[in-house]
Nanobody, 126 residues
Framework: QVQLVESGGGLVQAGGSLRLSCAAS????????MGWFRQAPGKEREFVAA????????YYTDSVKGRFTISRDNAKNTVYLQMNSLKPEETAIYYC???????????????????WGQGTQVTVSS
């Protein structure tokens, strides 16, 4: 079992930056692949970024490549999402997710994840 708690959301102007954190409980965090998703009002949950449990492999949706960076610190049981050059259309609730995986795997559909946090609101003003 893994419990996930996101933090770091807030209100930022277009072009600004935020760093989201996702703290995980449990002693086997390093065995979990992690992902970030977002959901805007009236829209489906969409993939943002993913990272393997080793941290060696990452994957991003095309729209955030070059602006967002996913990383993890297994010693702190935490995964991060650094978001730069934010756009108003990226206003959404951001969720982190986890699933057991081998060292190099990552996943990018919601159905592939077993554990979810409660989400943190990100609002980007124009």
């Amino acid at each position: 079992q893994v419990q996930l708690v996101e933090s770091g959301g807030g209100l930022v102007q277009a072009g600004g930056s935020l760093r989201l954190s996702c703290a995980a409980s449990g002693r086997t965090f390093s065995s979990y692949a992690m992902g970030w998703f977002r959901q805007a009002p009236g829209k489906e949950r969409e993939f943002v970024a993913a990272i393997s449990w080793s941290g060696g492999n990452t994957y991003y949706t095309d729209s955030v490549k070059g602006r967002f960076t996913i990383s993890r610190d297994n010693a702190k049981n935490t995964v991060y999402l650094q978001m730069n050059s934010l756009k108003p259309e990226e206003t959404a609730i951001y969720y982190c997710a986890a699933r057991l995986a081998d060292s190099g795997s990552y996943y990018y559909t919601p159905e592939e994840y077993d554990y979810w946090g409660q989400g943190t609101q990100v609002t980007v003003s124009s």
